[in-house]
């Protein structure tokens, strides 16, 4: 089966040349027509068209989830949500090449670093699927007079906003626990890498999801984006992406006292004591840095080094992104795919500028490969002696750029790691395993890796502090969101009540 023979169209088979929303069931087109370019990061041509969503276009996905949680959906028992949850598992494995192809095409990603979004995505689904059937209610026993119980229901219709960043993994880690709490969705991809979401109603349908449980609306975040955050009718929004969106998000969402989970930007630290195995520090660096091309929110895009070994990894590092192979995202030996957009790809350069304007060293990179003169391909890119006060220290660049700093003492190390506005995740490198704990306990971070790149675990909490973003997913942090908790209390036994009205106040004893 090739590309252009199986793209999602709006028949739901060969390729229409159009990426179509999914609502109730159908897929359909906007109301009104409007549509937008997908280009390829490669060649920056557009190669399909897809549905740009608008406030209608919205409201009916929303209508569909709405009549979908009060019927069939919200009529299943927990188990039988698990088995449907199983069953996308085994539908999105059975996809695994295709949605590689479909993931390296749309967002520039190197093809042998997309095939194992299926693996990750497949897992989200069965992980969730497992721990829904385990969540218990508790209960209370309140002296020897009542007892209380907690009653835990979905909390309704749940809109999901993902990022154009390895998007179909990233849409499954919000509709796998959102669907295992019994919400049903309306699903906003990124408007720059929407194509693998059309794979998810067939995946949907496979799996035996009913119509209007999920619904997807494609667009810009202006138009489609910002009417599903002010829908009236939608409790909840999960939403990853750039801080300064999530902030409008929160504004917007206020009026409706919406329940957020916001996984946001970040400028993560990598932590390098003079003892530690710099092998392995320099290994997770690089690999932290480029891979995903450098459009990854955990990545520590901040190497800060003990001086004592600063000058010898500064020169490991040079070496080590100058080897970093640049190339076409087809092609099996590339490490370093194109950036998914032409925006994003001056964005990126722009940066690199500011950074040598600034007085930052640029050791290596900080331009366009040679012989790739169209796409949005950048070198892997390295700046020392990059300072605190430095806007490339400062802000999130979300690109194939590393920016290394050194420090003396690990009261340093700890300032540096805190000096700036976000604390998504952190990385910290040495052999003293008391120095380790304290260090990762004081650093201003909602994730902290000692001695390891980011390895996740899904039950453990996702999210992060200062700018990084408001909440916690992951376990039974999301389904905790994804549900509202409600205590009965029940008396066992006459209740003393001061008998106020009734002739005089009679305490109780």
Request: charged residues 20%; glycine residues 10%.
């Amino acid at each position: 089966m090739t590309l252009a023979s199986s793209l999602p169209g709006t028949a739901g088979s060969a390729f229409t040349g159009f990426i179509a929303h999914y609502i109730d069931g159908q897929r359909v087109a906007s109301r009104g027509g409007e549509t937008f370019d997908v280009l390829d990061p490669s060649t920056n041509q557009a190669y399909a068209q897809a549905a740009a969503g608008q406030a209608a276009d919205v409201d009916r996905a929303v209508t569909a989830a709405r009549a979908a949680l009060a019927g069939p959906w919200g009529r299943l028992s927990t188990r039988e949500r698990s088995r449907i949850l199983m069953r996308i598992a085994d539908a999105i494995e059975e996809r695994a090449g295709l949605l590689a192809e479909y993931e390296s095409r749309d967002t520039g990603l190197p093809i042998t670093q997309a095939r194992g979004q299926a693996h990750r995505a497949a897992e989200n689904f069965r992980f969730f699927a497992d721990i829904s059937v385990g969540v218990h209610e508790d209960a209370f026993r309140t002296g020897g007079t009542q007892i209380g119980y907690v009653l835990r229901r979905p909390i309704g219709v749940a809109g999901l906003i993902t990022p154009w960043n390895t998007p179909f993994m990233l849409e499954t880690w919000k509709l796998a626990p959102a669907l295992a709490a019994g919400c049903t969705v309306v699903l906003k991809p990124a408007e720059w890498s929407p194509l693998s979401a059309g794979l998810l109603p067939e995946i949907a349908e496979q799996a035996g999801v009913p119509a209007g449980v999920l619904n997807i609306v494609h667009g810009i975040g202006e138009e489609a984006g910002a009417a599903l955050v002010d829908h009236p009718d939608v409790p909840l929004i999960s939403f990853t992406g750039e801080t300064t969106t999530g902030k409008l998000i929160a504004r917007n969402s206020a009026g409706h006292l919406k329940a957020l989970s916001m996984e946001l930007g970040g400028k993560s630290p990598c932590i390098v004591f003079d003892d530690a195995d710099l092998d392995a520090a320099i290994d997770s660096a690089v690999f932290q840095i480029f891979s995903l091309n450098g459009e990854r929110c955990t990545a520590g895009s901040r190497m800060l080094v003990q001086r004592g070994v600063y000058e010898e990894v500064l020169h490991r590092l040079a070496v080590r992104a100058a080897a970093v192979r640049v190339g076409r995202p087809s092609e099996p030996d590339t490490e370093l795919g194109a950036l998914i957009h032409p925006e994003h790809h001056a964005r990126v350069l722009d940066y690199i500028r500011i950074g040598v304007e600034e007085g930052a060293r640029l050791l290596v990179g900080g331009g366009r490969p040679a012989g790739l003169p169209t796409g949005n391909f950048v070198e892997a890119t390295v700046f020392a002696d990059v300072r605190p006060s430095m806007r490339i220290f400062q802000e999130e660049i979300f690109g194939p750029v590393l920016c290394v700093t050194p420090f003396d003492t690990e009261q340093d190390a700890v300032a540096l790691a805190n000096a700036t506005p976000y604390g998504l995740a952190g990385y910290v490198w040495t052999n003293d395993l008391r120095r380790a704990h304290n260090v990762a306990a004081a650093v201003d971070a909602g994730m902290l890796w000692i001695n390891s790149h980011n390895i996740r675990d899904l039950r453990t909490p996702f999210g992060g502090v200062k700018a990084s973003g408001v909440g916690r997913e992951g376990g039974s942090h999301s389904i905790d969101f994804y549900t509202e908790s409600r205590i009965v209390h029940v008396s066992l036994a006459d209740v003393p009540v001061p008998r106020f009205g009734a002739g005089g106040y009679e305490a109780t004893r």
